[in-house]
């Protein structure tokens, strides 16, 4: 297979930067299981949303010792987030802070009084259900997780028709902007390495460390943040999913959800998701890292218009 031989570089491989360690009291990858978990609200669904009543003008979080950031705000003990501090925060919601656009809604940045920066989603007014039930399930996803190499949820709010979602702002966009040459000067193999054990760490972190093994189902290069020093951080969790309770169990049934290109074949057929559908993802990822392609290439000749396909002919 193409490629195989920098796949066995990009598992094998070591980070050689001085990043590989966080220090002074933030989180270090170690494999000791008891150090990863994270205490979150507890659900009898096997989705991760919560039905539990929530305040319409209160932001809820949990503190992150995961987090690359160095603000002290605390925004779970301040408890009061109103939306007028997020309007402020975001410029009373300014095109010029707006960062990016999906399904769901706009993502703005935002700035807060003690000077963090934040990435402010904000549901589209007429967002349907379907898409009300991604907003609860990322809100109660990553109240669950923390961890240096995924984003960290401050807080979010429900007021009025306003539903809106508080993460750590991540300044240098996607991994996918990089790959196609919107944004730096391009990633030298080192980086790409680097870039790609984060990944690993993140998607080990979500499948063996935390209280429930959580699955994540988007795994995509749009979906990865790059830091200014390229560490690498998993985002949007909108169809994120518990994996089965049954320790025996090894799937469970679902409606497939994805992204084409990405979404393994064995789960879109069968719809019995497990976390090998997530590793699958990182292989797709892996790919893409390596040749630059998308995972689908409408253009390409239909033989070579599915990436996975084209790279094991």
């Known amino acids: 297979m193409k490629c195989a031989s920098v796949f066995a570089l990009f598992l094998s491989g070591k980070r050689n930067t ?3 360690k966080v220090v002074e009291g933030s989180y270090e990858y170690d494999h000791r299981k008891s150090a990863h978990k994270v205490k979150g609200p507890s659900s009898s669904s096997s989705d991760l949303s919560s039905d539990s009543n929530k305040s319409s003008s209160k932001l809820k979080s949990s503190d992150s010792y995961g987090s690359s950031s160095t603000s002290n705000t605390k925004l779970g003990s301040a408890g009061n987030f109103s939306y007028e501090e997020i309007y402020k925060a975001t410029a009373k919601f300014s095109a010029a802070n707006k960062v990016g656009e999906g399904a769901f809604g706009t993502v703005y940045k935002g700035k807060l009084k003690d000077g963090t920066l934040v ?5 589209n007014k007429d967002v349907e259900n379907k898409n009300l039930g991604e907003f609860k399930n990322e809100v109660s996803t990553l109240s669950k ?3 240096l190499n995924l984003v960290r949820l401050y807080g979010y709010l429900e007021h009025a028709d306003e539903k809106i979602i508080v993460v750590e702002y991540v300044n240098n966009g996607s991994l996918r902007e990089h790959l196609d040459g919107k944004r730096g000067d391009g990633l030298e193999i080192g980086e790409r390495l680097d870039i790609a054990i984060d990944i690993a760490h993140a998607v080990t972190y979500l499948h063996m460390y935390t209280d429930h093994p959580i699955i994540h189902r988007d795994i995509k290069a749009s979906n990865i943040l790059l830091t200014d020093k390229l560490r690498a951080k998993v985002a949007d969790f909108g169809f994120a999913r518990l994996a089965a309770e049954d320790p025996s169990a090894t799937h469970v049934s679902t409606k497939v959800k994805g992204t084409a290109g990405y979404i393994d074949p064995d789960y879109m057929r069968s719809h019995k998701l497990s976390e090998k559908s997530d590793v699958y993802s990182f292989g797709v990822l892996l790919v893409e890292m390596v ?5 689908v290439e409408p253009r390409k000749p239909l033989s070579e218009r599915v990436t996975i396909k084209w790279v094991s002919n």
Do not use: D, L, P
């Open 18 to 20: 001085e990043e590989s």
């Open 119 to 123: 990435a402010v989603k904000r549901a």
């Open 291 to 295: 040749t630059g392609r998308h995972a």
């Open 145 to 147: 997780i923390e961890h």
